[in-house]
């Protein structure tokens, strides 16, 4: 299995900018999650979903982040308009349930000039 | 306040040393879960677990759920296992992150 897939791995980008960051997560789970990082925060979960409808997303910042799981196999983050302070790198990771271990992509990287 | 605690933040041991990091948590808990990251940036789950003791070669993780602690210990430590290890716990559809222990292992 390729494990999770994440893309860009790398983003740079302008205030202001519309930005998406993909996922894929390894066939078969049914559970999916975004965390972001930073230095000054460390690790936070920002949405989880479960069989593809969103279950939890108090830990998005505002309403400028949004995120979509159209199907099993694909999900996005999107945040519009982008702020130098969402500058982090973006995890996602997937589980077979929602209580299962987690499986973590590459990141993505995010720089917002 | 930080609802989980990890100690501690810094350590260098030398290669074969017995290591041990801690967490401590203040929520109640449906699992405890601890992370390694490595240097260049990739995370792996290394255990998940909501009582009792797991194994899996070198590392063994424990938790005591009366005491809200648990225990990252590596056996036969190896330059290979410096990272970050960082401690989550999940209650209910929430996570709560520690701010990880940096490990360094010396040849």
């Known amino acids: 299995d390729a494990g999770v897939i994440q893309s860009p791995r790398h983003e740079v980008t302008e205030m202001g900018q519309e930005v998406t960051l993909r996922c894929k997560p390894i066939?078969?789970?049914?559970?999916l999650f975004w965390y972001r990082q930073t230095m000054m925060r460390g690790l936070e979960l920002l949405i989880y979903?479960?069989?593809?409808?969103?279950?939890?997303d108090s830990g998005m910042p505002e309403d400028r982040f949004s995120a979509k799981m159209p199907n099993a196999s694909f999900s996005t983050l999107k945040i519009q308009p982008s702020e130098p302070r969402d500058s982090a790198v973006y995890f996602c990771?997937?589980?077979?349930?929602?209580?299962?271990?987690?499986?973590f992509g590459p990141g993505t990287r995010l720089t917002v000039l | 306040k930080n609802e989980v605690e990890q100690s501690p933040q810094n350590l260098t041991a030398q290669e074969g040393e017995f290591i041990t990091i801690n967490c401590s948590y203040s929520?109640?808990?449906?699992?405890l879960h601890w992370l390694q990251q490595h240097p260049g940036g990739g995370i792996v789950s290394l255990f998940m677990l909501s009582s009792g003791k797991k194994k899996h070669g070198r590392l063994i993780a424990t938790i005591n759920i009366q005491e809200k602690h648990s225990s990252l210990h590596i056996t036969a430590s190896h330059p290979r296992d410096s990272a970050v290890y960082i401690c989550a716990v999940r209650t209910g559809n929430q996570f709560y992150f520690g701010t990880g222990t940096s490990l360094t292992v010396i040849p």
């Open positions: 066939s078969g789970h049914n559970s």
């Open positions: 990771a997937s589980s077979k349930g929602g209580k299962d271990e987690q499986f």
């Open positions: 979903f479960n069989n593809n409808v969103p279950i939890d």
């Open positions: 929520v109640g808990i449906s699992a």
